[in-house]
Nanobody, 125 residues
Framework: QVHLVESGGGLVQPGGSLRLSCTTP????????IGWFRQAPGKEREGVSC??????????ADSVKSRFTISRDYAKNKNTVYLQMNTLKPEDPAVYSC????????????????WGQGTQVTVSS
């Protein structure tokens, strides 16, 4: 069992930035594929950005490429993963969740086993 905790969501104006954090208290995410997913009201959950366990492969949804960056914090025993979100747009609001899986790498929500509770991102002027 992997317990994930997200933080960093909030209200930001269009064009603004937020950094989301995902941590597993007392453990490490270094052995897991990690993904950030979002779900807006009335829409299906979608993969925003994912990173393989060895950090060699990353994925970004077309809608967030060049604006979002996923990273793993090596200084903190790899137990924190970030999603830096820049130039936020009105279509970005959603509940953002991090998730992990072991082994096969993908950015499909159904392939992920452990989920955090999510953090709300709101973009509004």
């Amino acid at each position: 069992q992997v317990h994930l905790v997200e933080s960093g969501g909030g209200l930001v104006q269009p064009g603004g930035s937020l950094r989301l954090s995902c941590t597993t208290p007392g453990g490490t995410l270094g052995y897991y594929n990690i993904g950030w997913f979002r779900q807006a009201p009335g829409k299906e959950r979608e993969g925003v950005s994912c990173m393989s366990a060895d950090d060699s492969t990353t994925y970004y949804a077309d809608s967030v490429k060049s604006r979002f960056t996923i990273s793993r914090d090596y200084a903190k025993n790899k137990n924190t993963v970030y999603l830096q979100m820049n130039t936020l747009k009105p279509e970005d609001p959603a509940v953002y969740s991090c998730a992990t899986n072991w082994g096969y790498y993908s950015c499909l929500p159904n392939d992920y086993s452990y989920w955090g509770q999510g953090t709300q991102v709101t973009v509004s002027s």
